[in-house]
Each structure stands twice: as C-alpha cells, then as structure tokens.
C-alpha cells in the first residue's frame, strides 16, 4: 500500500491585522495563488514521467482530507482534477490532530484492502511528524512539509503501522508545479 500525504495549498493569512486574513483558523480558504499552485500540482501527479520518459499518472484510490475549508479545497481541486475518485473527511486530520485514533480507523476499515493508493490532505506539523513515526517510530522534527508538498511511503500490506513504512517520495511544491 501506498500511502501519500499532502499539505494544503497557500491560505488567506490568519493574522487579522493583516489586509487579506480571516480570524478564525478552521475557515481560513486557500488564496487564489494557492487555489492555482495546487491545480498546477494535481495536473503534474497526472503526467508525472519517468526518467525514461514512461508515464507514471500518479492517482489515488482515496482521499482522506481535514475538515478544515483550506484542506477540503485543496482536496477537491484533486477530485476535480480526477487525480481520485472518492474524497472522505476526517476529524482526526484537523491540526494537532490524533494519529492512533485514524490508525485505528483506517486499520478498521473493511474496504482498506481494495485501497492501494491513498492519500490524506492536512496539516503542519501533524504531517511531518506523522511521517517520522510512521518511519521511524519516533518523532525528531527533522522533516518539515511545505504548503503543496507531498511525502510517499510504502507499507508491506495494507495496514499501517507505526515504524513499518519506507519512504517512497518526498516532492516539494516547487518540483510539482
């Protein structure tokens, strides 16, 4: 199993002292160069080549996105994009949110092992440290995850499990748009 996780897009800044902020973090949208940035993005993962010039078309089976508007856009410019053709949302995905408790969900699921690809859109730094424990098994803050970015890691089955995944991909925005 393949399991992909993308930050959100740029959003509108949450500094109300700012000229284009929002005062409450859950409704923060992605700005309009954000909204761009990451229609750029779905369009690479589907013409993503290889270096012998295959072509890969990156898709995902699933989406699972934070609730949060700058996440749920980001994830549905992916479905608009046909990049997935199912989008789900979860609660535990918010920030500072709780990666036993998805585990445990995804872990569950009864349709988990017709899922080979997917992918959860969220947050900093819920996603770099979920990497890491995911990796690793522990959290070091080495990794950082950037607005667009996407980190891959492989699992020998489709459970996911702390401490058994391989990182398959870390692509910054930058090289995806």
Same mark, same amino acid.
Request: with cysteine; glycine share 6%.
């Given at each position: 199993?393949y399991?992909?996780?993308?930050?959100h897009?740029?959003a509108i800044?949450?500094?109300?002292l700012?000229?284009?902020s929002i005062a409450? !973090?859950?409704?923060?949208?992605?700005t309009k #160069?954000?909204? +761009?940035k990451? $229609?750029?993005v779905?369009?690479?993962?589907?013409?993503i080549?290889?270096?012998?010039g295959?072509?890969?078309?990156l898709?995902? !089976?699933?989406?699972i996105?934070?609730?949060l #508007?700058?996440? +749920?856009q980001? $994830?549905?410019i992916?479905?608009d994009?046909?990049v997935?053709?199912?989008l789900?949302i979860?609660?535990?995905?918010k920030?500072?949110?709780n990666l036993p408790?998805?585990?445990?969900?995804w872990?569950a699921?009864?349709?988990r092992n017709?899922?080979?690809t997917?992918a959860?859109?969220?947050?900093?730094?819920n996603l770099?440290?979920?990497t890491e424990?995911?990796?690793?098994g522990?959290?070091?803050?080495?990794?950082?995850?950037k607005?667009?970015g996407?980190?891959?890691?492989k699992f020998?089955?489709?459970?996911i499990e702390?401490?058994?995944?391989q990182l398959y991909?870390l692509i910054?925005p930058?090289?995806?748009?």
């Amino acid at each position: 199993m393949y399991l992909y996780l993308i930050r959100h897009g740029i959003a509108i800044d949450p500094d109300p002292l700012t000229l284009d902020s929002i005062a409450d !973090d859950e409704s923060r949208p992605l700005t309009k #160069i954000g909204r +761009k940035k990451i $229609a750029q993005v779905a369009d690479c993962l589907k013409q993503i080549h290889s270096h012998k010039g295959a072509r890969l078309g990156l898709t995902f !089976d699933l989406i699972i996105t934070s609730p949060l #508007i700058r996440a +749920k856009q980001t $994830a549905d410019i992916f479905i608009d994009k046909q990049v997935s053709p199912k989008l789900e949302i979860a609660q535990d995905l918010k920030p500072m949110g709780n990666l036993p408790a998805w585990l445990m969900n995804w872990n569950a699921r009864s349709d988990r092992n017709s899922i080979s690809t997917l992918a959860i859109v969220g947050h900093e730094p819920n996603l770099s440290e979920w990497t890491e424990l995911l990796l690793f098994g522990k959290v070091s803050h080495q990794l950082i995850l950037k607005k667009g970015g996407m980190i891959g890691l492989k699992f020998p089955g489709n459970q996911i499990e702390i401490g058994t995944a391989q990182l398959y991909c870390l692509i910054p925005p930058k090289y995806l748009s």
